[in-house]
């Protein structure tokens, strides 16, 4: 195998005709339109995810309960949500089929401080998936917050308001959301791994699921 055939496979370069043979660690996000454009059929992992959004609660959230309720109850280790803008309601996410006992949830204002904890969170292990609601981030400390996902395999979610949407970034996915309904969000995909852009993908989101026995 030459070094280019590694570098394709690896997912660190790609070409149009082979990007979907291109091996992508990720896990299900559990919505199959969704999954189906997603590198490796799922939110990646050991790396960073970006979701920008208008205003807090166009969806952001519920887009990504099915993958960290389905992770609360299967993977070993804690979840860590920083700095939510809501304070999280307890029965709600119970009601998603969230195992409540193993998500801790911090605030850390200063962004200096949020940066020390995502990195502790991610090289000292422990995590099964990783949220933080952030705005400005400058790109070395995104760059840290990259290398250290991919040394623990972690997804790690980083929620940010749209006004960064034109800003440059090393994150390994950039998805933009915008509420249509109550229930359905529009969602354009501005950069994945080993693709191309895709636009104007209609989701429905569910308000609720029951709790799963597995």
């Known amino acids: 195998m030459t070094l280019l055939d590694q570098l394709t496979d690896s997912g660190q370069i790609w070409s149009g005709q082979n990007w979907q043979n291109t091996h992508i660690e990720a896990g299900p996000s559990q919505y199959a339109e969704l999954d189906a454009v997603l590198p490796g059929g799922g939110w990646p992992l050991g790396a960073v995810t970006e979701i920008l959004y208008r ?14 309720a389905q992770q609360s ?3 070993p280790g804690w979840q ?9 309601h307890g029965p709600g996410l119970a009601h998603w089929g969230l195992n409540l006992s193993r998500v801790l949830v911090g605030h850390s204002p200063r962004p200096d401080d949020l ?6 969170a991610l090289t000292t292990g422990g995590s099964q998936a990783i949220l933080a609601w952030v705005s400005r981030l400058d790109k070395a400390p995104m760059r840290r917050l990259q290398l250290a996902a991919e040394q623990s395999r972690v997804a790690v ?4 308001p749209e006004r960064y949407k034109a800003d440059a970034s090393i994150a390994a996915l950039r998805l933009h959301l915008s509420a249509q309904s109550a229930t359905r969000v529009r969602i354009d995909v501005l950069k994945r791994r080993a693709g191309w852009p895709v636009t104007h993908l209609l989701l429905k989101l569910p308000t609720y699921t029951l709790p ?3």
């Open 55 to 68: 205003h807090p609660g166009q969806g952001e959230l519920r887009l990504l309960l099915p993958y960290l």
């Open 73 to 75: 109850r299967n993977a």
């Open 80 to 88: 860590l949500w920083f700095n939510p803008p809501f304070r999280p």
């Open 115 to 120: 940066l020390w904890c995502l990195d502790k």
């Open 157 to 160: 979610f980083l929620l940010r």
């Open 212 to 214: 799963h026995h597995d």
